[in-house]
């Protein structure tokens, strides 16, 4: 009977030491898995759970503060913080300076990529205003081509008023022969008027010359007067005409 006795209290002293030791083992997992779901303000909360976690394995109290629950929580060390704090602040140095290397790695790697976009703007900027130039040159180009055309147009249609009138007034000498050829040199007024001939180029004939220089003085081409004064300045103000009886000009 008392072998009995002796056999039941051990059997019962051995399973209650299995259950101590299995519920030492839960002990953490289910403190971090509590925690893990508290909202972040519950700072307080978090830290009294980890020291009667602790309390219960008989360890020292936890006098860190929340900052490291967290960090354990996030890192994935709240066991290891609860069991053993020295092999947690090892474990969690490591990972915290990876984190941090990692960062850095992606904070040069934005910096990186962020200066090639902003080179890649400057060289755009720079390709647009080429181009902007490049646009803005020929358009004055072509403006000023237009313009010279324009305006060459305007002095041959006054070149043919200034011709005609001059041939209608002409009279050809009679020693005058095809392909003689007189330059002389005319000076209008802004009203068309004739205020000297002056015969530069002889062609040899003095009659032929007079001739052309008497048919100038008697013509007056008020014409002139509808052209722009930069127009007249620099074409009608004083001009040579090559007199050709054939053809007259400028």
Known sequence: ???????????????????????????????????????????????????????????????????????????????????????????SKILVLADKQAIERKRKLAEKALEELRRKLELRRKLEAKAKAKAEADAKARASVKELTNEEEERWKYVQIIANKISKNWYRPPSARNNMRTVLKIKLTPAGKVQYVKILDTSGNRAFDLSAKEATLKSEFPEIQNLPLSTYEKYFREFNLHFIPQDLQL
């Open 1 to 91: 009977m008392v072998l009995s006795m002796l056999k039941l209290n051990l059997v019962l002293a051995l399973l209650f030491v299995n259950i101590s030791v299995f519920a030492d083992e839960r002990v953490a997992p289910v403190t971090c898995a509590v925690i893990s779901e508290t909202a972040l303000d519950q700072s307080a909360y978090r830290v009294k759970e980890v020291n009667e976690a602790r309390s219960k394995l008989n360890l020292n109290p936890y006098l860190e503060g929340d900052a490291e629950i967290l960090l354990s929580i996030k890192y994935d060390l709240c066991i290891l913080l609860i069991t053993d704090f020295e092999e947690y602040k090892k474990e």
